[in-house]
């Protein structure tokens, strides 16, 4: 996946996924200058994100 498909599937602009990506707090790979994403990764990065937020309440 892009910037631009992993952006709305994440719930974020492309400009704030950039900005997480270059902090390293979403996993991502590059080809070259070209930001991507696997969705399997992203899935479970979003299930390692709700079980943190759930873990603090």
């Known amino acids: 996946m892009t910037v631009k498909d992993a952006a ?3 719930g974020a602009s492309e400009y704030k ?3 997480m990506v270059r902090e390293k ?3 991502a ?3 070259g200058s070209k930001i ?3 969705k399997t990764t992203l899935d479970q990065w ?3 994100q ?3 937020n759930s873990a603090g309440k």
């Open 8 to 10: 709305p599937y994440i």
């Open 50 to 52: 709700e079980a943190q």
């Open 36 to 38: 991507m994403f696997r």
């Open 46 to 48: 979003i299930e390692q």
């Open 29 to 31: 790979y590059r080809i």
């Open 17 to 19: 996924l950039r900005e």
């Open 25 to 27: 707090l979403v996993p």
